[in-house]
């Protein structure tokens, strides 16, 4: 194939295993004048694994600015470029984004070469519903915010998705735990493509126990995906009084321990509690 000059490739790459990379995007890497790429070292092992000799030079979250605009003057003098992160597709959770706005502005052209993305491929291995699934990047750091992150998803009807290192992966599936009932349906996805890739699929319940007894699974790099909220009873459909002793206790507690408290308070039913309990503590979140 044929690059054209003065343009710009987004190429994904592999998220592991080195194979999974397309033919153009073989071939664009090496036919393009430069490669940028968010880890020049990184990188070169996938170069030399195709028998790839490129210039590359580095893109990264701390140079991003002013290399970006460097990147938009050798676009201007006619080079072809192609832009690759450390694995997957550039841009998600990767940087890129500047330089693709800026060259956009400046009215060049940019393709991409698809591939690669480690919460498609996820998605695609999990058996969850996909029909309609949102993306949230990386959980934050801390729990304070990550379980007001994960109570504002609570009551969403669709699939949801989000990167995790092996360093919070124990704690952000205790914090989901607190957020969420037991029997919600996760997938944890770990080390795709790679030598130990383990997709598990089960109740948010066994996902702790299974996270919190193997110490195997807190390595390596992680997607986990969460089963939508099931489709239930709205709060108009729990009484005035048992929605302000909810309301209360959600001030107070996790979802689950509200929901468990207002039971016996209020001798309503879990199944009517709970769905309310979502809707009104992702509202007392946003
Ligand atoms: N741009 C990449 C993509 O297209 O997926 C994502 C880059 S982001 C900096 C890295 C995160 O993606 C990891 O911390 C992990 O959550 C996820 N990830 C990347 N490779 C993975 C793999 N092989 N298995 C599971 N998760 C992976």
Same mark, same amino acid.
């Given at each position: 194939m044929m690059n054209e000059r003065g343009k710009l490739y987004v190429v994904a790459t592999p998220i592991g295993n080195l194979g999974d990379i397309s033919y153009r995007a073989v071939e664009t890497l090496r036919q393009v004048d430069l490669i940028a790429a968010e880890d020049t070292r990184h990188i070169k092992t996938l170069l030399q694994h195709y028998g790839i000799n490129q210039k590359v030079i580095s893109l990264h979250q701390h140079n991003e600015e002013r290399a970006s605009a460097e990147l938009l003057e050798k676009l201007r003098a006619g080079l072809s470029i192609a832009l690759v992160s450390d694995a997957g597709t550039p841009l998600v959770s990767d940087p890129g984004m500047p330089l693709v706005r800026m060259v956009k502005e400046a009215g060049i052209e940019v393709s991409p070469l698809p591939g690669a993305c480690a919460l498609i491929a996820a998605l695609s291995a999990a058996g969850l519903p996909t029909a309609r699934f949102s993306f949230e990047g990386f959980a934050p750091r801390a729990s304070a915010e990550r379980k007001s992150f994960f109570k504002a998803k609570a009551a969403s009807p669709d699939t949801w998705i989000f990167?995790?290192?092996? $360093?919070?992966? =124990?704690?952000?599936?205790?914090? =989901?735990? @607190?957020?969420?009932?037991?029997?919600?349906? /996760?997938? +944890?996805?770990? @080390?795709?493509? &790679?030598? $130990?890739?383990? +997709?598990?699929?089960?109740?948010?319940? @066994?996902? =702790?126990?299974? /996270?919190?007894?193997? $110490?195997?699974?807190?390595?390596? @790099?992680? /997607? +986990? +995906?969460?089963?939508?909220?099931? &489709?239930? /009873? $709205?709060p108009v459909e729990i009484t005035d009084e048992q929605e302000k002793i909810l309301r209360i206790l959600l001030k107070e507690c996790s979802i689950s321990t509200a929901v468990a408290l207002a039971v016996q308070l209020t001798g309503a039913r879990k199944k009517a509690l709970y769905p309310a309990a979502l809707v009104l503590g992702s509202a007392k979140s946003e």
């Open positions: 990167y995790e290192s092996c $360093h919070r992966v =124990l704690a952000s599936l205790r914090d =989901l735990s @607190e957020t969420m009932l037991p029997d919600r349906q /996760v997938v +944890i996805a770990r @080390e795709l493509t &790679k030598l $130990h890739e383990t +997709i598990v699929k089960t109740s948010l319940a @066994e996902a =702790l126990v299974l /996270v919190e007894s193997d $110490h195997n699974m807190q390595k390596g @790099e992680f /997607v +986990i +995906i969460v089963e939508g909220a099931p &489709k239930g /009873v $709205h």
